[in-house]
């Protein structure tokens, strides 16, 4: 089944990431499914750079916000606009998703973001400072 993309409108593909089915698109966006994306984050498969992921999880909101959050995307599936939300409290990235397909909208890097995100802050845990 392919759809198109809510961020640029081309025709996405499906990919396997962290060994879950991604959407994808030339643009550089990930689609994927709400129960994936936990799957996704936990799985340390793909590796970062230790410092890079500290620094993410260091960044607060108060750092500025993605600017992501001021457009709307609409879902591929339903039609309907997606819903801005903080992946998690006390992080800078937003992503966007629609409750009733369960689908969540990621631009190009926030997947990785987030689990750089996650990474760090289980680095900071290990040795604060
Ligand atoms: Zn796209
Ligand atoms: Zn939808």
Request: with cysteine; charged share 20%; glycine share 6%.
């Amino acid at each position: 089944m392919s759809h198109k993309c809510a961020i640029c409108g081309q025709l996405t593909t499906t990919k396997i990431y962290e060994g879950c089915v991604v959407h994808c698109c030339q643009c550089g966006c990930n689609i994927v499914a709400k129960q994936s994306l936990g799957n996704i984050i936990q799985r340390k498969i793909v590796e970062f750079d230790q410092h890079e992921c500290i620094a993410l999880a260091r960044r607060s909101p108060h750092d500025g916000v993605d600017e992501s959050t001021t457009r709307v995307v609409l879902c591929m599936q339903c039609g309907q606009p997606t819903i801005p939300k903080q992946y998690a409290v006390d992080s800078a990235i937003v992503i966007d998703e629609c409750s009733q397909c369960e689908l969540v909208y990621l631009d190009p890097g926030e997947l990785e973001n987030m689990q750089m995100y996650v990474e760090g802050i289980d680095l900071l845990v290990l040795k604060p400072r």
